[in-house]
């Protein structure tokens, strides 16, 4: 149970990462051209990255599950990121209606921004890893190793 919840917390952490970094995307349109509608791009591009990154989170704990960060590769982790991206317009496209045309449209691009977001988030978790380990204090090889397999999830069972 405790893993579970662990699970969702961070599928729920991942929404709201990819929900910032989408609504400050959907934000430019109006502050470069000033395009103003009735519901605010920015706000629309957020509530998809939130529901984008939840749905690129379930793919990878399925495809991914016993694979630590530094263990997968980019063209992997964007093939996940572009399988929720194309999840979650199947999901938003049945209850918005959508026609086929719109439909066509709309998953290749949310594939491609999941995929995109999906390779920038492990590029940022192999970074802040890094830099972790970089700033340790032990001299000890052995405990580097452990800290190492314990920062990228090798540990999942505790």
Known sequence: MRKWLRRIRGAIGMGFAWA?????????????????????????FGILGFFGGVAFSAVLAATERRRRFDQMSLPRFAAAGAAGGILLSAVFAVPASLSWGDVLVLAPTLALASGVSAVASLALARRAVRRELADGSSDNAEVADHKKGKLLGASDTE
């Open 20 to 44: 910032i970094g989408w609504g400050a995307v959907g934000g430019v349109p109006r502050w470069v051209f000033g395009v103003n509608t009735d519901l605010p791009i920015g706000l629309l």
